[in-house]
């Protein structure tokens, strides 16, 4: 793999820069349960969610593929286990980071690194991947656009993402388990750190809309961008190409 650019790591603004080690420590300190939660509060769905944007994905055995805000790497291990020549995952939390190693092995590649502001040179890679991280991005059209820089010409990216249901009973259903049980149940197994299973729900409530995002994308520099409703609009998967 080549060395990383030497592009710099800081922050336009002061007060995103805060708010992102804000978070970064809020998920290191939930990264030892961060698996077990996911599986079990979405009945692990979330796997076959993974699944699916890998095989979206078509991958050939040829790509190159950067997994952005991996987290625990499970999204990175789907893209080995889909035929991606090589994975490079990153994030800005260190906890989670050294799960995602113990995961891949040497199959994949993990270092620490802000989406907004990335260690790679442009068309580095031939695919980029985002699971649930986007809305985790202090500035999103800043790391949407770095996504863009980092992929080749015609290269793919995916975002998976959690989103409200556009059914008006699902949602109800769906709002008062993301804003009360989900938290409830959350902050009792990671033992409350700072309140992490509070700031999930918030996070997904200021999301933009699946065609938001889609817009979004678009202004980026991505052409081509589809996106799709997944169990019920509780996730939307985008792809779009460079």
Not at 62 to 67: F, K, S, T
Not at 189 to 216: I, K, Q, T, W
Request: with cysteine.
């Amino acid at each position: 793999m080549p060395p990383p650019s030497r592009r710099s790591f800081r922050f336009d603004d002061e007060t995103q820069r805060k708010q992102g080690a804000r978070v970064s420590r809020m998920f290191d300190r939930i990264a030892p349960t961060y698996d077990l939660l996911n599986h079990l509060l979405s009945a692990n769905i979330d796997v076959r969610w993974r699944a699916h944007t890998v095989r979206r994905l078509g991958l050939t055995g040829a790509e190159r593929c950067l997994d952005a805000c991996t987290g625990t790497g499970d999204l990175a291990v789907a893209l080995l286990a889909g035929g991606a020549r090589e994975v490079v995952g990153s994030d800005f939390a260190p906890e989670m980071l050294e799960i995602a190693r113990k995961k891949a092995g040497d199959r994949a590649t993990f270092l620490q690194a802000d989406t907004t502001r990335l260690p790679f040179a442009d068309a580095d890679f031939d695919v980029a991947t985002v699971g649930f991280g986007v809305r985790n991005l202090q500035n999103l059209d800043g790391g949407l656009k770095e996504l863009c820089r980092v992929l080749r010409p015609g290269g793919r990216l995916a975002v998976l993402e959690f989103s409200r249901p556009p059914n008006l009973v699902v949602r109800g259903l769906y709002d008062l388990y993301f804003m009360l049980i989900l938290p409830l149940i959350g902050n009792l197994v990671s033992g409350g750190a700072e309140n992490a299973y509070a700031y999930l729900p918030r996070s997904v409530m200021a999301f933009p809309a699946p065609d938001a995002l889609a817009e979004r994308l678009r202004r980026a520099g991505f052409a081509s961008v589809a996106y799709e409703a997944l169990t019920l609009g509780i996730a939307h998967l985008h792809v779009a190409t460079k």
